[in-house]
T-cell receptor, first 115, second 112 residues
Framework: EAGVVQSPRYKIIEKKQPVAFWCNPI?????LYWYLQNLGQGPELLIR????????DSQLPKDRFSAERLKGVDSTLKIQPAELGDSAVYLC?????????????FGPGTRLTVL | GEDVEQSLFLSVREGDSSVINCTYT??????LYWYKQEPGAGLQLLTY?????DMKQDQRLTVLLNKKDKHLSLRIADTQTGDSAIYFC????????????FGSGTRLSIRP
């Protein structure tokens, strides 16, 4: 079974440029998460989808960040414009809602560097 | 607010046991987790424990939960070089496993 797939793995951009990250969750997983992981820190939730609905986006900085999961499968996270402080690893995770511990399975992440 | 705290570093000799400690704040957490992150990789769930348990053993891993003190520990027996990684403690927010709060991670290094 394929795991959570993310692309690109690395991205270097200049500040004020837009950037987008893509995530393909594990097949059959209806819940998808985007996390931000700063260096030396644990992941922090940005947004959680159940199917195509964003059920928790309280930590998403909506002035520059946006996300979508149009058909309830793949998801895209966008930053426009990027700032220096956005340099971090962006992790995607997926789970099956309503089954026991709802174990979250993580992708390898996209490491963003903003110059 | 919610907070999960861990020590930043731990160094152990190969073959010894490693004990990684964590404290959390949400007394209503139903699930407590240990995740492992190797360089350049995402987080991998190692084990979890329900809040109504005080111990769980899974091969070389032993999780101890002291709910009164809100203290969680992970013991790795016979630590190997492949155990070098960052270990994250995490708590669920109340009974929902969909929202979990992570600690800052403990970097485990193995010396020969």
């Amino acid at each position: 079974e394929a795991g959570v797939v993310q692309s690109p793995r690395y991205k270097i951009i200049e500040k004020k440029q837009p950037v987008a990250f893509w995530c393909n969750p594990i097949s059959g997983h209806n819940t998808l998460y985007w996390y931000l992981q700063n260096l030396g820190q644990g992941p922090e939730l940005l947004i959680r989808y159940e199917n195509e609905e964003a059920v928790d986006d309280s930590q998403l900085p909506k002035d520059r960040f946006s996300a979508e999961r149009l058909k309830g499968v793949d998801s895209t996270l966008k930053i426009q414009p990027a700032e220096l402080g956005d340099s971090a690893v962006y992790l995607c995770a997926s789970s099956v809602q309503g089954r026991g511990t709802d174990t979250q399975y993580f992708g390898p992440g996209t490491r963003l560097t903003v110059l | 607010g919610e907070d999960v705290e861990q020590s930043l570093f731990l160094s152990v000799r190969e073959g010894d046991s490693s004990v990684i400690n964590c404290t959390y704040t949400d007394s209503s957490s139903t699930y407590l987790y240990w995740y492992k992150q190797e360089p350049g990789a995402g987080l991998q769930l190692l084990t979890y424990i329900f809040s109504n348990m005080d111990m769980k053993q899974d091969q070389r891993l032993t999780v101890l939960l002291n709910k009164k003190d809100k203290h969680l520990s992970l013991r790795i027996a016979d630590t190997q070089t492949g155990d070098s990684a960052i270990y994250f403690c995490a708590e669920s927010m109340g009974s929902s496993a969909s929202k979990i709060i992570f600690g800052s991670g403990t970097r485990l290094s193995i010396r020969p």
